[in-house]
């Protein structure tokens, strides 16, 4: 099996022990953003294992829109990225 070697670390381990791969990330592409998928995105930005510019290109995002999944989910956790309960945590 080849694994190619790009930039930055090819295992991070989070703060609650969990460790992910830039196999955990959403495929290139994704337009149907749920929950689970945008922390994967913050999680990924966060613990350094996909810088912020790669994340907004791969993903067509914009900084407003990974700025308000990052606020969601530093305030509300999971939950808060879920567009059903917009009116209860904005």
Excluded: C, H, N
């Amino acid at each position: 099996m080849y694994i190619r070697k790009g930039p930055g670390p090819r295992i991070v381990t989070l703060p609650d022990g969990t460790q992910m791969t830039r196999a955990d990330l959403p495929p290139v592409g994704t337009t149907r953003w749920v929950a689970r998928r945008k922390e994967a995105v913050v999680r990924g930005v966060q613990s350094g294992l996909i810088p912020r510019e790669e994340a907004l290109a791969r993903y067509e995002l914009t900084d407003e829109e990974f700025d308000g999944w990052e606020r969601a989910m530093t305030s509300y956790g999971t939950d808060g990225l879920k567009t059903t309960l917009l009116q209860q945590y904005r």
